[in-house]
């Protein structure tokens, strides 16, 4: 009997989903259950469906998110931990037409990156910045970040952060909405195919609104972190439900005026 090839069988108009072609055939090497995976396929997804692949421009600096260049097929720039809003600035001046976006987690664009952020938002940046907040330092040893919610283990807080000496979570994303410089501002997650649709919608206004050129579209993405937690997939979903979206909610702070 004749080998039979899968294609002739599978029939394009039967495909429910495909991995869209802006993501690389690299294997992801994220842990299971972390959300940067599902949010690295909603951006590519977002880039192949507005066609402006060979014009979209990523900034990925230090930790996690870095890894980014290696699975989504744009042209992308590494910066130095923190400086994923400085270096957008000067690409996005310099190329004006370039959907530009910076990728970015939690210790980075809420530690070391704070002036980077703050001012890129303040002086209202004509770029995307995505957000990951896992509430934890993920690559190098599961650290205390500045999300970290009050009471919460890491490696650094062994007993749980105490706002006495460690201070309070920074809710970044209310403090930037503040700033006139930001356009569009929200929080999203990626736990739950309802989620992903809603965060997929966020980033597609985001990299729409660079159109516009009124300013920073700003998109937090609540995530978990299994290894930084300890804890299974499953586990953390359950985590994160129960304790980083009551601190930080869902849904959009900054809408633009219409």
């Known amino acids: 009997m004749a080998d039979i090839d899968i294609k002739d069988i599978v029939k394009e108009e039967n495909i429910v989903y495909k991995k869209t072609k802006v993501l690389t055939d690299k294997v992801m090497h994220y842990c299971p259950g972390c959300g940067h995976s599902t949010t690295h396929r909603i951006i590519a997804e977002v880039i192949e469906e507005m066609g402006i692949q060979d014009k979209t421009i990523g900034i990925a600096p230090v930790g996690c998110s870095v890894f980014m260049y290696d699975y989504i097929d744009v042209d992308t720039q590494e910066a130095a931990h923190g400086r994923a809003p400085a270096l957008a600035t000067a690409i996005k001046r310099l190329l004006p037409d370039r959907f530009v976006f910076t990728y970015q987690g939690d210790g980075d664009l809420a530690a070391i990156g704070t002036a980077e952020t703050i001012h890129a938002c303040n002086r209202g940046e004509n770029i995307t910045m995505i957000f990951i907040n896992n509430g ?123």
């Open 136 to 258: 934890i330092y993920g690559m190098t040893g599961g650290q205390m970040a500045p999300t970290s919610l009050e009471g919460m283990r890491t490696s650094t807080t062994p007993y749980g952060r105490d706002p006495g000496l460690m201070g309070h979570p920074i809710k970044m994303t209310e403090l930037v909405a503040q700033l006139p410089g930001t356009y569009y501002v929200t929080r999203q997650a990626v736990h739950t195919p309802n989620l992903v649709r809603k965060t997929k919608k966020a980033i597609r206004k985001a990299f729409e609104y660079q159109k516009l050129n009124k300013g920073v579209s700003f998109v937090e993405v609540v995530s978990n972190c299994n290894s930084g937690w300890k804890m299974t997939p499953v586990k953390a979903v359950k985590w994160l439900d129960e304790n980083m979206l009551s601190f930080y909610p869902l849904g959009d702070i900054k809408v633009p005026e219409k």
